[in-house]
């Protein structure tokens, strides 16, 4: 397997070339370690799309398309990659707050940070404080992930922090708010630990506090 192509293939967002790789690569039977090195050439391959959207190259659209290739890319992978060194990074609850549906943006993140090596549990759309609180106990993640489109969004990511100190849970995860209303200001009214509007940007947070 060339490992630059289909790192080129994904950064190009060429969904032929991309399967046709893979397709050949899984024919030869390959060894875990074969197929781990194709997860890190296709985390790559992410990562130039992000590049390439922070240019203003690519738009939304392309995001989301990646995300789904990505994901393909992985599944078709799975069976050549051991069970215990899937989401060996950390684990993240993730989800879009209470009052927003939205959920393009938390599941291009989601694909990218499960490429990237963790485990995440994925809430859903319009998820209460009550039940980040009640995964997180669960759960026991290093991060939990908040996304929304809506300016209201921002209350309830507030609202959902201020739960988990009420829970006596904050300080044991690192939080992370993603969307469109989200900045700097925001970021520290709502007491989260970073913020992003890059879901690759994102990723790249989570890889830093969990190395």
């Known amino acids: 397997m060339n490992l630059d192509a289909i ?3 994904i950064g190009e967002l060429d969904e032929e070339k991309v399967l046709s790789l893979l397709n050949t690569f899984i024919q030869a ?5 074969d197929a781990k090195q194709v997860v890190a050439a296709c985390q790559s391959g992410m990562s130039i799309v992000g590049d390439q959207f922070e240019k203003g190259e690519y738009f939304v659209g392309d995001l989301i398309f990646a ?3 990505l994901a393909n890319a992985i599944e078709t992978l799975k069976p050549f990659l051991s069970a215990e060194n899937e989401g060996n990074r950390g684990k993240i609850v993730l989800g879009t707050v209470a009052g927003d549906l939205h959920d393009i943006g938390k599941n291009i993140f989601r694909s990218m940070a499960e490429a ?3 485990n995440v549990l994925d809430l859903g ?3 209460p404080a009550s039940e980040f609180v009640r995964r997180v106990k669960e759960v ?3 991060i939990v992930g908040m996304s929304g489109v809506l300016t209201l969004a921002l209350e309830s990511m507030k609202n959902t922090v201020d739960a988990l100190k009420e829970a006596g849970l904050r300080e044991n995860v690192k939080i992370i708010i993603g969307g469109n209303p ?4 925001a970021c520290e009214q709502i007491g989260a630990d970073a913020f992003t509007t890059n879901a690759a940007e994102g990723v790249k947070i989570c890889q830093k506090w969990v190395s």
């Open 125 to 127: 759309i319009d998820q």
């Open 29 to 33: 039977n390959p060894s875990e370690d």
């Open 182 to 185: 989200v900045t700097n200001n």
């Open 116 to 118: 990237a090596g963790f």
């Open 67 to 69: 995300g789904e290739l």
């Open 140 to 142: 026991n993640p290093e």
């Open 7 to 9: 790192a080129t293939a």
